[in-house]
């Protein structure tokens, strides 16, 4: 439709003389200058940078709007599940069986797993005794790849009583954690993010190591875990906890991560490095929660584990 | 006239930046989405010209940097659109805007919008990323930006010229 009026405009003679191709000289040194000031600015500030204020007021504005735009869009993301066929369903039920004949297989062995049942069981107890706290929170945005960065944004800011370097969690493990915080929304680093170092522990044989994200996500997603110790019994299947100690952030302990999926080492290398696969979903993030610390007030329901 | 356009343009801008992360996040393809800030930016470098293209690439880069969930170094988006809406500016110089010809600079626009950003990166250690993945997403970013672009582009341009009659006769 556009190409009518623009065909139209097209036959137009262009004004002699007017040359609006070309840009001066010196405004265009002095937009490169300001972009080589704003990131020097960013760069060697680093946490404390002045680029902070502007940026928390660009996301009081933006972030507010975000999530009414995610709203909007939240009942059409369930429309590609109304053409699924007959014979889709189909496979799901057939795959769903194929699944369930295989745990039932696995609770008949439980006796071989009873170690992992007591991580598992401690790992409860551990939260538990915790006694963590979580924020509920959406995720209404998520950064773009071109960005080379894994963030998004969730629904509760200041006013839920988000902080920044909380932990991030979901029903299936660590998230990830918070960067800076609105009043109404927060920016959270997920795991899977390049610049994403979490101290973890592996839970069968207690080692510890430095899990870092590969910017990958989806299916063949991993994160690299680096083993302090260089022989450091760990083989495929271990679970992966945070490591963290309590009250001293930026992660709290003992929130699962992921499954070791196999093991490498190098003569060249001191340490012996792991490849995880995290329990979370990062392409589905819906809805997390944030620990917080106790007593914080929070404009929403704080989540609690039960008193026993 | 002229306060209009800018208004206009600078809620244009807004609105591409929150349906990238908001809306266009639940189609996005392995995390990359159109982007939707270098379309308005490309749009408004073909209707008035690299000069003005460079201002609005600056100013919605810069946008694009603060804008949550953004934590790169600021000013990297800001340095990116800057030289799209010159490249796009630029482009029109002998080429009278055919549709073919949009699209080519739109294809032109995101290759080199998307490596700016992903080279000032490497130099500023913000984000190592493999070459060859960031070649991949740059690829399949202007697969997503040309898609998008075949509608949303001439509308821009459309508009823009409706704002600024005055300016019509190129």
């Known amino acids: 439709m556009g190409w009518d009026s623009l065909g139209r405009e097209r036959r137009m003679r262009r004004e002699p003389g007017e040359d609006r191709n070309r840009a001066s000289g010196p405004l265009l040194v002095a937009l490169l200058l300001a972009c080589a000031t704003v990131m020097t600015l960013d760069h060697v500030g680093g946490d404390d940078s002045p680029l902070e204020g502007p940026r928390r007021v660009v996301g009081e504005v933006l972030g507010p709007v975000e999530s009414v735009a995610n709203q909007a869009v939240e009942p059409l993301t369930v429309i590609p599940d109304y053409f699924r066929t007959r014979t889709s369903l189909r496979d799901d039920v ?4 194929k699944e369930n004949a295989a745990l039932l297989a696995e609770n008949r062995t439980a006796g071989l797993d009873r170690n992992r049942l007591a991580e598992y069981d401690d790992l409860a107890t551990s939260a538990a005794d915790a006694g963590r706290r979580l924020v509920p929170a959406r995720v209404i945005a998520i950064g773009p790849r071109q960005s080379f960065s894994r963030t998004v944004t969730i629904d509760a800011g200041s006013s839920a009583g988000i902080t920044p370097d909380l932990t991030v969690v979901n029903r299936d493990g660590l998230v990830g954690r918070v960067l800076r915080v609105t009043r109404t929304t927060a920016t959270v680093l997920l795991v899977a993010d390049e610049q994403s170092v979490v101290g973890s522990r592996v839970t069968s044989s207690m080692e510890i190591g430095f899990l870092k994200g590969t910017g990958e996500i989806g299916d063949d997603g991993t994160l690299e875990l680096d083993l302090v110790d260089a022989a450091a019994q760990v083989v495929a299947g271990d679970v992966v906890t945070t490591w963290g100690s309590q009250g001293a952030g930026p992660y709290v302990a003992g929130v699962p991560v992921g499954t070791v999926v196999s093991v490498s080492s190098s003569p060249r290398e001191t340490s012996r490095r792991a490849l995880v696969r995290p329990f979370v979903d990062f392409t589905s993030l819906d809805l997390v929660g944030v620990v917080v610390k106790g007593g914080t007030r929070s404009d929403r329901g704080v989540l609690q584990a039960e008193k026993k | 006239m002229t306060a209009t356009r800018n208004l206009i343009l600078a809620a244009l801008v807004a609105v591409a930046l929150v349906l990238q992360v908001s809306v266009f996040s639940h189609l996005a393809w392995e995390g990359v989405v159109p982007n939707l800030a270098l379309l308005v930016v490309v749009a408004g470098g073909l209707v008035h010209g690299a000069q003005f293209g460079a201002v609005l690439g600056f100013a919605a880069g810069l946008l694009a940097d603060l804008a949550p969930p953004a934590d790169h170094v ?23 805007p055919t549709w073919g010809s949009v699209m080519l600079t739109v294809l032109a626009c995101s290759f080199v919008g998307s490596s700016v950003f992903a080279l000032s990166g490497l130099v500023l250690r913000d984000a190592a990323v493999p070459v060859l993945e960031m070649l991949q997403v740059i690829g399949v970013g202007m697969a997503w930006d040309v898609l998008v672009a075949s509608i949303a582009v001439p509308a821009l341009v459309v ?6 009659p005055a300016r019509a006769a190129w």
């Not at chain 2, 000013?75 to 080429?95: E, F, I, P």
């Not at chain 2, 508009?159 to 600024?164: A, E, G, N, P, V």
Request: proline share 0%.
């Open chain 1, 94 to 97: 057939e795959r769903l069986e």
């Open chain 2, 74 to 96: 600021a000013g990297r988006w800001a340095l990116a659109l800057l030289v799209a809406g010159y490249v796009a500016g630029r482009a029109r110089q002998d080429v009278r």
């Open chain 2, 159 to 164: 508009l823009l010229h409706r704002l600024s």
